[in-house]
């Protein structure tokens, strides 16, 4: 038999000589003597859902993913080996006893896009400095 929890609207069920009516509100308990009752809906009895676990996954591991996918990201950027290190460094951090990293205290993490702006700022810094160069030598 169904759940009763689980009928849709004006849907129907039967079990034992009771006939049930999912109505808006409840249902209709209907019995062989044709005595109808209404029963409002209420989530007192309904049934529980298992709570799944989350799965703990170590912050060695959380490590290793994240490095991972700075590497295949950071190559698909043309990032160089030490620029991916002081991404990964720099994201990475977190205190001695905390559990998460710093990209895990971000509301929103979108890594390609973190490496794209990451890359930008090194080539904005780059041309920065290159540009101020020249004029310390004039003067």
């Given at each position: 038999?169904?759940?009763?929890?689980?009928?849709?609207?004006?849907?129907t069920c039967q079990e034992s000589?009771v006939h049930v009516l999912r109505v808006p509100g409840g249902?209709?308990?209907?019995?062989?003597?044709?005595?109808?009752?209404?029963?409002?809906?209420?989530?007192?009895?309904?049934?529980?859902?298992?709570?799944?676990?989350?799965?703990?996954?170590?912050?060695?591991?959380?490590?290793?993913?994240?490095?991972?996918?700075?590497?295949?990201?950071?190559?698909?950027?043309?990032?160089?080996?030490?620029?991916?290190?002081?991404?990964?460094?720099?994201?990475?951090?977190?205190?001695?006893?905390?559990?998460?990293?710093?990209?895990?205290?971000?509301?929103?993490?979108?890594?390609?896009?973190?490496?794209?702006?990451?890359?930008?700022?090194?080539?904005?810094?780059?041309?920065?400095?290159?540009?101020?160069?020249?004029?310390?030598?004039?003067?």
């Amino acid at each position: 038999m169904k759940e009763l929890y689980e009928l849709k609207l004006h849907e129907t069920c039967q079990e034992s000589g009771v006939h049930v009516l999912r109505v808006p509100g409840g249902w209709i308990y209907t019995t062989n003597t044709y005595r109808s009752t209404f029963v409002p809906f209420s989530n007192e009895f309904k049934p529980k859902e298992p709570v799944q676990k989350r799965i703990e996954i170590s912050k060695e591991d959380r490590m290793s993913n994240f490095y991972n996918a700075v590497a295949v990201h950071g190559k698909s950027q043309n990032m160089s080996k030490d620029e991916m290190r002081k991404f990964y460094d720099y994201w990475s951090e977190s205190g001695e006893n905390e559990k998460k990293m710093r990209f895990e205290k971000e509301k929103t993490f979108d890594i390609k896009k973190r490496i794209v702006r990451w890359m930008q700022n090194v080539n904005n810094n780059n041309n920065a400095s290159q540009s101020e160069q020249p004029r310390n030598l004039m003067r």
